[in-house]
């Protein structure tokens, strides 16, 4: 639980203000779904260019793919982190490519819903060193 600094020095208890964590997704939401993930890959061919960015994606996916059907027969996987980040300039087709991913970690049975937030940096950076920014709820 977060402290604050009383006026005499000693720290005193504060009620967490962020909101409670969302309940687990359940299991049976968090299946394969091939012709989702099938879908999100025909439509990551339909965009123009990006044939690096497509070889990357398709790979990463083929993987995942493998992964989670290793873990639906009770298989060892190979523990992959799905965090990203994309970056460039303007108009270069992140914010598409990451709604892409959400619906194909949804397709994989990797998140319960294919929801993606964005941020800018002004969401991920707060005024000065040290301080803690509040997200907005």
Known sequence: MPARVAAGGSREPRAATAAPPLPPPDPASLRFDEEGFHAVLAELDGLV???SVKAEVKR????LRI???RRAAGLKTVQVSLHLVFEGGAGT?????????GRLYKSLGLLASDHVVEVTREDLVSGYVGQTLERPR
């Open 60 to 63: 990463l996916a083929e993987l």
């Open 49 to 51: 260019g990006l044939a």
């Open 93 to 101: 087709g992140k914010t598409t490519v990451a709604r892409l991913f």
């Open 67 to 69: 992964a989670s059907i």
